[in-house]
């Protein structure tokens, strides 16, 4: 059988699930096809497949899958899988959705004998049948840009934030991988060049003590290389003692979803967090000298334009205008089919139609001003694209300044820091826009 699998984009990072996939279905018959569009650009003809599989990762890559296959002819047999492998499949039926690649659905689908030794806990992905791990993202701090892998120590989430496209998938429920799978598929990325690695847990810290032991035995076999992981606020409060670790086993930064200041907003998301609980993980942060860098998502129904300058005052009084991606301050929620947020009564009144192109609802603010803001800020962002992060961030107070009538900026001195991040500034639970959309499309470097 020839079969055709493609991925749209992955977060900047290689497409592993892609590689497990490869690794199930290679019965030593198969001819197997992989293109990964947010990397190459290779013309081929869709009907010269028997079955096509589409990595629905995310919202943007599903968006991206839908434009490239439409009005094409396809092949009889078609399969999605990934985050957004339901929803993909309730837009176009003839998609069938593959929830687990431990489960038999491939094979009902496809009718074919497949590696019965392949276990996605336990077998180590081949990424060498992927683009290079070169032409991902990178660790740029200053001068360095250092090649950055990736892995993860469990899949799926036992929380339940509303705006998350993972608990739709998972239920509240965490798997971890197996400890062989892990360290050995890190050990082939840093012989591959990777000199970082990103643990792409939804949270690290689901399940702290192995995810440590992980961390730990990792640092034994590679004591040069850094990390970073994304953490709850939650967890880092809940878990001091596990954060205060991190530093001595190189986990160079911590990514963690703030999402907005606004208390009300942050129950509506369950959270399980407050404003004060924001500051609190910084403190925490700054104590055991991890730079943590805030996601937001500053844009919902209910928010108003305090919630804006309470954000720009947390970045100020902590100094962390260089951890904050400053698009990071134009994003917008997005409420995918099926999101939890649906559930909450307080969306009700705000949610508009949902829109098959997009995958996702629109929806009304309360306080309708912050439609013009929102748009402003990320327009001027769009026009400065080729400015550093340092001034589109100064660039964007000015603009909140300009509307709250306030003066945001922290009178003290300031001394610019050089920081460690990662190339790619986008996640998940963001709306797409058009600045990433235009470079996956053009297969420009995010570096």
């Known amino acids: 059988m020839k079969i055709l699998l493609l991925s749209f984009y992955d977060l900047g990072k290689q497409p592993k699930i892609i590689s497990e996939l490869y690794q199930k279905l290679d019965n030593g018959e198969n001819q197997i096809d992989i293109v990964d569009y947010s990397i190459e650009d290779k013309d081929i003809t869709l009907s010269e497949y028997d079955a096509l599989g589409v990595y629905a990762s995310m919202h943007t890559a599903s968006v991206l899958a839908e434009e490239f296959l439409r009005d094409k002819t396809l092949p009889t047999k078609l399969f999605v899988f990934g985050l957004y492998a339901h929803v993909f499949s309730e837009m176009y039926p003839n998609f069938n959705s593959i929830h687990s690649l ?36 990178h660790i740029v701090d200053g001068s360095n840009n250092l090649v950055a892998g990736s892995v993860e120590t469990t899949y799926g989430c036992k929380h339940a ?45 689901n399940g702290p003590k192995h995810a440590l032991k992980i961390l730990e035995l990792l640092n034994t076999q590679h004591p040069d290389i850094t990390y970073d992981s994304t953490i709850k606020v939650e967890h880092i409060l809940k878990y001091p003692e596990y954060f205060r670790e991190l530093k001595d086993l190189n986990m160079l930064f911590v990514i963690s979803a703030f999402e907005t200041t ?83 009564p307080e969306i009700k009144e705000y949610l508009l139609d949902y829109d098959p192109a997009s995958f996702s609802y629109s929806w009304n603010y309360k306080n309708t001003a912050l439609d013009n803001i929102q748009n402003e800020l ?41 920081v460690p991040k990662l190339s790619e500034t986008w996640f998940c639970c963001a709306e797409p826009n058009k600045i990433q959309l235009e470079r996956i499309r053009s297969n420009k470097a995010l570096i």
Not at 109 to 134: A, C, E, G, M
Not at 182 to 193: L, Y
Not at 390 to 416: A, C, D, M, P
């Open 378 to 418: 990320f327009t001027y962002v769009l026009q400065n694209e080729s400015a550093d992060e340092y001034r589109q961030y100064l660039g964007l107070v000015k603009i909140l300044e300009k509307h709250s009538g306030k003066s945001l900026l922290s009178t003290e001195k300031y001394n610019q820091r050089v």
């Open 161 to 205: 934030c509303t705006h998350c496209p993972v608990p739709i998938e998972f239920n509240g429920s965490f798997k971890t991988f197996g400890t062989e799978k892990i360290t050995q598929d890190v050990a082939n990325q840093v012989e591959a060049g990777a000199k970082h690695i990103s643990f792409n847990d939804p949270d690290f810290f």
């Open 262 to 344: 606004n208390d009300l907003v942050l129950e509506i998301l369950q959270k399980n967090h407050t404003y004060k609980d924001l500051r609190d993980a910084v403190e925490v942060s700054i104590k055991n000298n991890i730079d943590i860098r805030p996601t937001w998502m500053p844009f919902s129904p209910w928010t108003e334009i305090d919630d804006l300058t309470n954000i720009i005052t947390l970045i100020e009084d902590y100094k962390l205008r260089e951890t904050v991606d400053p698009i990071q301050l134009t994003i917008k929620l997005l409420i995918p089919k099926n999101s939890l947020i649906l559930n909450r």
């Open 102 to 137: 431990d489960s038999d659905d491939l094979d009902n689908l496809l009718d074919l004998k497949l590696n019965t030794d392949y276990s996605f806990k336990h077998s180590v992905p081949d990424r060498s049948i992927l683009p290079s791990i070169t032409d991902y993202s």
